[in-house]
């Protein structure tokens, strides 16, 4: 099995860190606490640079739901455009209609704008009202993959729904397992859904650098990604190959 591991990275020194550290793809993401928001032109760019790994940025214009208004989907394709034309190697996108349904319509817009782009559809996915027929929509649309934690919080919670989401898709997308993914867990990830593509921040956030600190109000903690915890995730994947696992 070719495995591969994406890590999110929510500022260039993070990318550094990913390639670095063994992953082979680079989610890219501003804004950790709302879930990940599409990063800067500025980030992007320097990102690009920084890195030789695939670098697929986030398309998602605000924190909260994934029902977009019109003038949010123009940024969307101005963002895609911007991506395309940065080199970068693909974009995660997912958009859904107030039903929970897949907005097929306007996805099928950014991957045709992101071609010949890669595109993930991200864990708007667990916002779906019946996942199985999602799972449909996404491959008639040209997704790639699809970021899920099975509909539960957590990967590990889903892990039973993430098997039966990739056996009926039957190897005409990859379906890959995230959130809540580390080295203590992955193994027993791999081994119950047969994915091949995994997903984790991997993050640890460390205390600032600033020699002064206003007591009075909390210190603000910096997001990173976790170099050990990477390689570890890399090594326990390729342990369970040479194994045949």
Known sequence: MDFKLEVIAFNPDCCINIQEAGAQRIEL?????EGGTTPSHGMI??????????LFPIIRPRGGDFLYNATEFKVMMKDVEFCLHTGCDGVV???LNADG?????RCKSLIEIAYPMSVTFHRAFDRTSDPFQALEDIIDIGCERILTSGL???AIEGIHDIE??????D???IIMPGSGIRSENIVQIAETTKAIEFHTSARKFAAGKMEYVNKNLKEELTVNADVQEIR???????????TGG
């Not at 993401?29 to 606490?33: D, E, K, L, Q, T």
């Not at 349904?101 to 319509?105: F, G, M």
């Open 152 to 154: 539960q919080p957590t």
């Open 93 to 95: 996108i997912g958009m």
């Open 29 to 33: 993401c501003s804004n950790p606490a």
């Open 164 to 169: 039966k989401i990739i056996k009926q898709a």
């Open 232 to 242: 570890n995730m890399v090594n326990l994947l390729t342990q369970v190959n040479e």
């Open 101 to 105: 349904t897949v907005d097929k319509k």
């Open 45 to 54: 760019s320097v990102a690009r640079k920084n890195v030789s790994i695939h």
């Open 171 to 173: 190897e005409r997308i």
